[in-house]
């Protein structure tokens, strides 16, 4: 029903997806396609790729706009079982290096990377507003957009003699707007996928003060996972304030590490496949 939606609305994206197929060119990229035609990237369906018909949000946490704009995202915004802020600010190595940036950079890599795989790929945010969104809107993208799995990029501020990465995942919460029964199942399926393959991908080590070694965490007090109606989790890539970690994430070679051990971790959870990535040749 959705592909016969799409056909109508944009008959003559349909018309070029249907011509690649017969010349032979199903693999082509939906975006090279819809650029050819001056139409925007709209996920045209990708047949004989691994995600063809699959949808992906990818949630960059923080905003880098959300420093100057402290009034808007200190508002208080329901998350089902309490009252939290609508956004943060997020932290920073000791550097300056934002984590909001590292998100919005990290997400970018795994959209094109999830693009190539015939994934439809929806970002919560792309740089294109002044701040947020807040938590409540980041989880309703989600769910308005019926996604497959939703991915929510961090990096911790811990103590700087923490180190390593850890994957966040829903608790059982009923209460209020938030209901994640349907979905903690689920979600802790697509968090154990992500954590394989981000640690095969980056060499990053699980985390050594969260997680009791498993480098998976259960929360229920983030509104990006109470509120969801589909798998979601959150991954912290590394700890910021540690000197060995912010080396890992100031360098755009470990970053797109990053992006394809979440890519794989995606693309094995919705496949149900072992992560097909290859081991961390980063090297710091």
Partial sequence: MRARRWMWQYPTAAALALCALLTGGAGTSGAR???DVGL?????????????????VVDPGHNPGNPAHLAEINQLVDVGNGRKACNTTGTATDGGYPE?????????????LLDAEGARVVLTQ?????????????AAVGNREHADAVVAIHADGARPDGYG??????????????????VVGPSRALG??????????????????????????????????????VPAV????????????????????????????????????????TAGVAPAQWRG
Wanted: net charge neutral; aromatic share 6%.
């Fill in 40 to 56: 925007p990237h709209v996920g045209l369906p990708q047949v004989g790729l691994p995600l063809a018909g699959r949808t992906v």
């Fill in 100 to 112: 909001s940036a590292f998100t919005l950079d990290v997400a970018r890599r795994v959209r094109a």
């Fill in 192 to 229: 154990l996928a992500l954590r394989d393959a981000f640690a095969r991908a980056t060499g990053e080590p699980y985390s050594s003060y969260l997680g009791q070694g498993t480098a998976l965490v259960t929360r229920g007090d983030l509104g990006g996972l109470n509120l969801s109606r």
């Fill in 33 to 35: 396609m819809a650029a």
């Fill in 126 to 138: 792309d740089g294109d507003r002044p701040w947020g969104p807040c938590v409540t809107e980041r």
């Fill in 234 to 273: 959150f991954i912290e890539c590394a700890n910021m304030r540690n000197a060995d970690d912010a080396a890992r994430v100031t360098s755009p070679e470990w970053r797109e590490s990053a992006a394809r051990g979440i890519a794989a971790g995606i693309t094995a959870y919705l496949t149900g496949a």
């Fill in 165 to 182: 990465f850890h994957v966040i995942l829903p608790a059982l919460v009923v209460a209020g707007a938030a209901d994640t029964s349907a």
